[in-house]
């Protein structure tokens, strides 16, 4: 699943008239960047929830078929922030784990390593994690022993990036639509694999943000 539904705002004015994950990045819109991975993967279904003028990302994608995946939506009438949006989205994406996608964040990180690495049985999920950025100095979570943990130290910056089951989410108790990963991911500390990635990652969540990600780009061509 790729979580395409926010708002954006620390990206205005770029995301007034432009969801954020059609905001280009070298030309190319933010969100392609994570389909090329997937598809390349071996990935073939692929969901997005939509928001925030989410009829531009359906127009701009359509069915897939330009990276040989098939892509279903997932409307919601407001954003129901990262959990709220999944659940939602449940009965498109069954009963198997999911890999799960920030849509505003640019990694080189090679899907397959996960694929072909399936969870545990009795594993809820597993998540990415990367060292700290600038805009994230205290970090997320720690590592212990290859599991989430919420007092190990030192701690790390979530990437975005997540392997689930669908029980996490059905399990999860909560008397709201609207809720985020980071409570669901708290409740299943010490449940949960986590993995230290130290490739190229970025959080395009500001206009600075992706400038800086565009300048690197071009330095490394």
């Given at each position: 699943m790729l979580l395409a539904a926010g708002f954006g705002r620390r990206m205005r004015p770029l995301t007034d008239f432009t969801?954020?994950?059609l905001i280009p990045v070298l030309g190319?819109?933010?969100i392609?960047?994570?389909?090329e991975r997937l598809a390349a993967a071996g990935v073939t279904r692929i969901v997005i929830n939509l928001a925030h003028?989410?009829?531009q990302i359906r127009d701009h994608l359509g069915g897939g078929e330009q990276w040989g995946v098939q892509i279903q939506y997932?409307?919601?009438n407001e954003?129901?922030?990262?959990?709220?949006?999944?659940?939602?989205a449940l009965p498109l994406l069954g009963s198997e784990p999911f890999l799960v996608v920030n849509g505003d964040v640019w990694c080189d990180f090679d899907f397959a390593d996960w694929i072909q690495n399936p969870l545990p049985e009795n594993c809820p999920g597993r998540l990415l994690m990367v060292p700290n950025p600038p805009h994230n100095p205290e970090g997320d979570f720690g590592i212990e022993n290859g599991l989430l943990s919420g007092t190990t130290k030192p701690r790390y910056t979530f990437a975005g990036i997540s392997w689930l089951r669908p029980e996490i989410l059905t399990a999860y108790p909560k008397a709201r639509d609207r809720y985020g990963l980071g409570e669901v991911f708290t409740h299943n500390e010490d449940l949960m694999q986590a993995e230290l990635f130290r490739g190229d990652w970025c959080d395009v969540g500001t206009p600075e943000r992706l400038n800086n990600l565009e300048e690197r780009l071009r330095s490394e061509d």
């Open positions: 969801p954020k994950p190319k819109p933010l392609e960047y994570a389909l003028l989410g009829e997932s409307p919601e954003p129901l922030e990262t959990a709220g949006g999944i659940t939602k």
